[in-house]
């Protein structure tokens, strides 16, 4: 079955240092989106793609955090500064709009796990 | 605005028990309401979904009735088993031109054999 690949699994970095997380959805999926997820919470939208556009990046933070999917498959999402406030998981999903129903489901990758010291 | 509330965790069951974990949303129009798992250190898995109003969704003995009436999502299962044991977020999907997740808080469930 396919699924949504994530790396790196876990990474550990430093404040102010520059981190960098990879997502390759599944195969076919238009919709792409990253969350973030804080210990004991549920995921947040960060930013969704269609393709290769943005659709929504309103929760981003822009000052530091950037997201690209250039060729509308695989993405980047961008942290630059790194601060102790953005440890958390970071997950990506992917979705297929079932053309008969209009029904989406997301698929999320197995995440990863940003530790800033 | 659109959101989701569930029971607090942990909940704490026998092997074989009966679980219940209450999920109620607020939103405008007629979301799509799901369930996904999360297991130690691993990303969400779609659990089971309903699309409209008094679809029950069903997977691995779960199950989930969407009740308009009381804006409600409650995960049931019959019997539970410590392989069960994991954190399950209730979500609502509100469509529209995003299609976003809003998400619960999560709730711990933990069996004990």
């Known amino acids: 079955e396919a699924e949504v690949a994530q790396s790196p699994r876990y990474k550990i970095t430093e404040k102010s240092q520059a981190v960098a997380f990879w997502c390759d959805p599944i195969s076919g999926h238009a919709t792409l989106y990253w969350y973030r997820q804080i210990l004991g919470q549920g995921p947040e939208l960060l930013v969704q793609f269609q393709d290769e556009s943005v659709v929504d990046d309103s929760q981003l933070p822009k000052d530091r955090f950037s997201a690209e999917r250039l060729k509308g498959v695989d993405s980047t999402l961008k942290i630059q500064p790194a601060e102790l406030g953005d440890s958390a998981m970071y997950l990506c999903a992917s979705s297929l709009v079932h053309v008969g129903t209009g029904e989406e489901t997301q698929y999320f990758g197995p995440g990863t796990r940003l530790l800033v010291l | 605005g659109n959101s989701v509330t569930q029971m607090e965790g942990p909940v704490t069951l026998s092997e074989e028990a009966f679980l219940t974990i209450n999920c109620t949303y607020t939103a405008t129009g007629y979301p799509s309401l799901f369930w996904y798992v999360q297991y130690p250190g691993e990303g969400l898995q779609l659990l089971l979904k309903?699309?409209?109003?008094?679809d029950k969704g069903s997977n691995k003995g779960f199950e989930a009735t969407y009740r308009k009436e009381t804006t409600s999502f409650h995960l049931e299962k019959g019997s539970v088993q410590v392989s069960d044991s994991a954190v399950y977020f209730c979500a609502l999907d509100y469509g529209g031109a995003t299609n976003k997740l809003i998400f619960g808080t999560g709730t711990l469930l933990a069996v004990q054999p």
């Open positions: 309903a699309t409209k109003a008094d």
